[in-house]
């Protein structure tokens, strides 16, 4: 598994543009070489094998996955992720490729609140600053490697979603 993967084709936001796709991008990128087969990833994100697959196929043709073993589990075959971070590059961004990706992280945040909040498990934090496009990323990237070398086996899962981008009520 490589570190990162730049995204730099439509086909691949596409790829992430559900919350599904999204949810089992995650599941596999969580351990070093976790592999999952279609069956087991339907079990542990409680949904149907049948409708994961079509899921699973895409996130697979768009190179974000790839089968773990030539070798399956019986008739399953194993899935990981290529990589542990992923990015996008400024053109695809700039060319609105990444609606689908950016609506479906706000639903994963907007699901996560309403399950979340009234048990005082979700947090939020915004911070308006004067700073560059690339520092932010920087920051971005070191506060995912810090959150990852903190990472503790005994508690409980979170995400940790962070954006960075000018205010929407810019003069």
Do not use: C
């Not at 994961?52 to 974000?64: P, T």
């Not at 996955?65 to 971070?85: D, F, N, S, T």
Request: charge should be negative; glycine fraction near 8%; hydrophobic fraction near 40%.
């Amino acid at each position: 598994m490589q570190e990162t993967l730049i995204l730099d084709k439509p086909e691949q936001l596409k790829a992430l543009g559900h919350p599904l796709r999204v949810r089992v991008l995650e599941m596999l990128g969580q351990e070093g070489d976790w592999q999952l087969t279609n069956r087991e990833l339907a079990q542990r994100l409680g949904v149907d094998p049948g409708h994961l697959h079509f899921h699973v196929r895409m996130l697979l043709r768009a190179g974000l996955i790839e089968l773990a073993a030539a070798e399956g589990r019986g008739r399953e075959k194993p899935y990981r992720a290529v990589a542990r971070v992923f990015r996008v590059t400024p053109e695809l961004l700039a060319a609105g490729g990444a609606s689908d990706l950016q609506a479906a992280m706000i639903e994963q945040v907007q699901r996560a609140h309403g399950l979340y909040s009234e048990q005082g498990t979700f947090r939020g934090a915004q911070l308006e600053l004067r700073l560059g496009m690339e520092e932010a990323l920087d920051l971005m990237t070191k506060s995912l490697d810090e959150a990852r070398a903190r990472e503790d086996e005994s508690a409980g899962k979170i995400v940790l979603t962070l954006f960075a981008h000018p205010p929407a009520d810019q003069d």
